[in-house]
C-alpha cells in the first residue's frame, strides 16, 4: 500500500491563542464622503472567543480626520479589502501621525475574498480544531505514518480527516485539557470521487453538511475552517476564513476508538441530508440543539437542556410521522399529547420505550407515585418532567430525576438520527457505558 505525505497546515497555528495572520493585502475606507487606503491583515483571533476580524493601517487622513474618526459610531463606512467589500462593522479604532488604526469585523462567516464560482480546484483542505482524538478507521493502513485517519465518502465526494503529523495533534490535546481554549488538532481534505474539477462554492456547500455531519460526532459545535482549493498543479485557487468552536468534545454516542462507526454513518447521512431541503433543514436544526443540549455541565444548565432536546425530538418525529412518512396527519400529530407523539416515533424507529433501571431516579421517583400518577413508559416520564419545567403546576416531586431526564432525552435523540439515517452498526450508549470506548449494537439490530 503507497503512502502518501501527511496533510500539511496552510497556516502557522502554533502562536494560539496569540492572533495569527492569514492574508495580508490592501485596504480602502470609505468615512463621511471620502476615501482611506493602506494595508490590511485577515486576522484569526482567538481571545477573548475564536473570530476573523481585519486590522487596517490607512493613510490619506488630516489630524482633524483622525480626531472625529476615533469618537464616530456612526455606520456610514464600508471597509474594501483587495478592492472587495467586506460586510461588517468597527470593533476597535484608534488613531496617530495622521494614520488610522481599524479592527474591522465580517458580518458573515466564512468570509471568502477570492474568486468562489470558477471549476479550476482538485481538492481542498480545511482546518479542524478540538476534534477527537480517535483511532480505528479502516483505511488506517493508507494512512501516513504516525497519522490517525478517517475517510468520509459519500457517492460524489472523499473527505478525508487527519490528524497532524509528528505527535503535534497529541500535544495540542494536552494544551487543550491543560489550557482550555483552541488548538488546531485534524486537517481535512476534499475531493471529488470521479476527479472532476470543482468551485470554491461546491466545497463551501459540502463544508456546511460536514459541519454538522462532525457536530452530531463530536456532540458539540464543530466546523472545519480556512478552506484553501487547489488545482492540479497545487496552486492555489481560493481562499476561505472563518472561526473555529472553541469547545472540549462533550460526550456522545461516537466511540473515538472505533472511528469506522462515522465512515459507515456519513453516507447514510449524507442520503437523508440531500433527499429534500425539508430534510436537510430538520437534520440542522435538530444537530444544532443536540449540541446546545449537550452541555457537559457548562451553558445552557440541564433544565433548559432537556427543554432543548425534546424541541429536537418533536422536529424529527413531526417531519418523519407526518411529512416523509405520511403515517398522520399534521392535525392529527398536534393533537396528541407529547408523550404520544414520542411514544409513536421511538416504537416506529425501533428504540425502546420502557422506564429502565439506567434510569434509577426516575424509576426510583416512579415507584413512589400514586397508581394514577405513575409515568406508563419513558416518553411519559420525559415529557412530563419537561412539562414541569415548562408549566410548574405539576404537584409531583421531580427535581431528582431532572439528570436522568437529561440523559435519557439525549439518548433518545442520538438514537433517533442514527435510526433515521438507517445506521444499524454498534453506538455508545451514554446511558449504560462505563468508559467513552464501551460500544453496543444499536437496539433495533442489523436489518436483513
Same mark, same amino acid.
Given at each position: 500500500?503507497?503512502?502518501?505525505?501527511?496533510?500539511?497546515?496552510?497556516?502557522?497555528?502554533?502562536?494560539?491563542?496569540?492572533?495569527?495572520?492569514?492574508?495580508?493585502?490592501? @485596504?480602502?475606507?470609505?468615512?463621511?464622503?471620502?476615501?482611506?487606503?493602506?494595508? #490590511?491583515?485577515?486576522?484569526?483571533?482567538?481571545?477573548?472567543?475564536?473570530?476573523?476580524?481585519?486590522?487596517?493601517?490607512?493613510?490619506?487622513?488630516?489630524?482633524? =480626520?483622525?480626531?472625529?474618526?476615533?469618537?464616530?459610531? %456612526?455606520? =456610514?463606512?464600508?471597509? %474594501?479589502?483587495?478592492?472587495?467589500?467586506?460586510?461588517?462593522?468597527?470593533?476597535?479604532?484608534?488613531?496617530?501621525?495622521?494614520?488610522?488604526?481599524?479592527?474591522?469585523?465580517?458580518?458573515?462567516?466564512? /468570509?471568502?475574498?477570492?474568486?468562489?464560482?470558477?471549476?479550476?480546484?482538485?481538492?481542498?483542505?480545511?482546518?479542524?480544531?478540538?476534534?477527537?482524538?480517535?483511532?480505528?478507521?479502516?483505511?488506517?493502513?493508507?494512512?501516513?505514518?504516525?497519522?490517525? $485517519? $478517517?475517510? /468520509?465518502?459519500?457517492?460524489?465526494?472523499?473527505?478525508?480527516?487527519?490528524?497532524?503529523?509528528?505527535?503535534?495533534?497529541?500535544?495540542?490535546?494536552?494544551?487543550?485539557?491543560?489550557?482550555?481554549?483552541?488548538?488546531?488538532?485534524?486537517?481535512?481534505?476534499?475531493?471529488?470521487?470521479?476527479?472532476? $474539477?470543482?468551485?470554491?462554492?461546491?466545497?463551501?456547500?459540502?463544508?456546511? /453538511?460536514?459541519?454538522?455531519? /462532525?457536530?452530531?460526532?463530536?456532540?458539540?459545535?464543530? #466546523?472545519?475552517?480556512?478552506?484553501?482549493?487547489?488545482?492540479?498543479?497545487? @496552486?492555489?485557487?481560493?481562499?476561505?476564513?472563518?472561526?473555529?468552536?472553541?469547545?472540549?468534545?462533550?460526550?456522545?454516542?461516537?466511540?473515538?476508538?472505533?472511528?469506522?462507526?462515522?465512515?459507515?454513518?456519513?453516507?447514510?447521512?449524507?442520503?437523508?441530508?440531500?433527499?429534500?431541503?425539508?430534510?436537510?433543514?430538520?437534520?440542522?436544526?435538530?444537530?444544532?440543539?443536540?449540541?446546545?443540549?449537550?452541555?457537559?455541565?457548562?451553558?445552557?444548565?440541564?433544565?433548559?437542556?432537556?427543554?432543548?432536546?425534546?424541541?429536537?425530538?418533536?422536529?424529527?418525529?413531526?417531519?418523519?410521522?407526518?411529512?416523509?412518512?405520511?403515517?398522520?396527519?399534521?392535525?392529527?400529530?398536534?393533537?396528541?399529547?407529547?408523550?404520544?407523539?414520542?411514544?409513536?416515533?421511538?416504537?416506529?424507529?425501533?428504540?425502546?420505550?420502557?422506564?429502565?433501571?439506567?434510569?434509577?431516579?426516575?424509576?426510583?421517583?416512579?415507584?413512589?407515585?400514586?397508581?394514577?400518577?405513575?409515568?406508563?413508559?419513558?416518553?411519559?416520564?420525559?415529557?412530563?418532567?419537561?412539562?414541569?419545567?415548562?408549566?410548574?403546576?405539576?404537584?409531583?416531586?421531580?427535581?431528582?430525576?431532572?439528570?436522568?431526564?437529561?440523559?435519557?432525552?439525549?439518548?433518545?435523540?442520538? $438514537?433517533?438520527?442514527?435510526?433515521?439515517?438507517?445506521?444499524?452498526?454498534?453506538?455508545?450508549?451514554?446511558?449504560? @457505558?462505563?468508559?467513552?470506548?464501551?460500544?453496543?449494537?444499536?437496539?433495533?439490530?442489523?436489518?436483513?
Amino acid at each position: 500500500m503507497n503512502h502518501v505525505g501527511p496533510l500539511q497546515p496552510a497556516y502557522d497555528f502554533s502562536p494560539a491563542p496569540k492572533p495569527v495572520r492569514l492574508l495580508q493585502g490592501t @485596504a480602502e475606507l470609505e468615512w463621511r464622503d471620502k476615501s482611506y487606503s493602506g494595508n #490590511a491583515d485577515v486576522l484569526l483571533q482567538f481571545l477573548p472567543s475564536p473570530r476573523v476580524t481585519l486590522h487596517a493601517s490607512l493613510r490619506g487622513a488630516t489630524e482633524a =480626520d483622525a480626531f472625529r474618526f476615533c469618537f464616530d459610531e %456612526s455606520e =456610514d463606512q464600508s471597509l %474594501s479589502f483587495n478592492g472587495q467589500k467586506v460586510e461588517g462593522f468597527r470593533v476597535k479604532s484608534n488613531a496617530h501621525d495622521v494614520i488610522l488604526e481599524l479592527h474591522w469585523m465580517p458580518r458573515f462567516e466564512p /468570509l471568502a475574498l477570492s474568486d468562489m464560482h470558477s471549476k479550476t480546484s482538485v481538492a481542498a483542505i480545511f482546518h479542524l480544531f478540538n476534534f477527537p482524538d480517535f483511532r480505528g478507521g479502516q483505511h488506517q493502513t493508507s494512512a501516513p505514518a504516525g497519522c490517525a $485517519l $478517517l475517510v /468520509l465518502e459519500s457517492e460524489e465526494w472523499r473527505i478525508s480527516l487527519q490528524e497532524l503529523p509528528d505527535g503535534a495533534a497529541r500535544e495540542a490535546w494536552d494544551r487543550i485539557k491543560a489550557e482550555g481554549g483552541c488548538f488546531l488538532t485534524h486537517m481535512v481534505k476534499l475531493e471529488r470521487k470521479d476527479g472532476e $474539477l470543482f468551485s470554491g462554492d461546491d466545497a463551501s456547500e459540502q463544508c456546511y /453538511l460536514l459541519n454538522n455531519f /462532525l457536530s452530531f460526532i463530536k456532540g458539540g459545535k464543530c #466546523a472545519p475552517v480556512c478552506g484553501v482549493g487547489a488545482d492540479a498543479a497545487g @496552486a492555489t485557487t481560493w481562499k476561505t476564513f472563518a472561526s473555529p468552536h472553541a469547545i472540549k468534545p462533550p460526550y456522545s454516542w461516537f466511540n473515538p476508538f472505533k472511528a469506522s462507526q462515522a465512515e459507515l454513518l456519513f453516507p447514510l447521512f449524507v442520503k437523508r441530508w440531500q433527499q429534500s431541503e425539508e430534510w436537510r433543514d430538520c437534520l440542522r436544526s435538530s444537530i444544532y440543539w443536540y449540541a446546545q443540549a449537550n452541555t457537559n455541565g457548562g451553558s445552557p444548565g440541564i433544565d433548559a437542556a432537556i427543554i432543548l432536546a425534546q424541541s429536537a425530538l418533536e422536529r424529527l418525529a413531526y417531519h418523519y410521522l407526518v411529512v416523509d412518512r405520511k403515517m398522520i396527519s399534521g392535525k392529527g400529530f398536534d393533537d396528541l399529547r407529547a408523550s404520544d407523539r414520542l411514544r409513536m416515533f421511538f416504537t416506529v424507529c425501533g428504540i425502546p420505550n420502557e422506564i429502565m433501571d439506567t434510569t434509577p431516579d426516575i424509576r426510583q421517583a416512579n415507584d413512589a407515585f400514586r397508581k394514577e400518577s405513575k409515568w406508563v413508559d419513558a416518553p411519559h416520564a420525559i415529557t412530563d418532567i419537561r412539562n414541569s419545567l415548562v408549566h410548574p403546576v405539576s404537584k409531583k416531586k421531580v427535581h431528582d430525576c431532572y439528570v436522568d431526564a437529561w440523559k435519557l432525552s439525549l439518548w433518545y435523540l442520538e $438514537l433517533s438520527v442514527l435510526a433515521l439515517c438507517g445506521y444499524d452498526d454498534t453506538y455508545t450508549s451514554r446511558l449504560t @457505558a462505563k468508559y467513552v470506548t464501551d460500544s453496543e449494537n444499536v437496539p433495533w439490530g442489523k436489518k436483513s
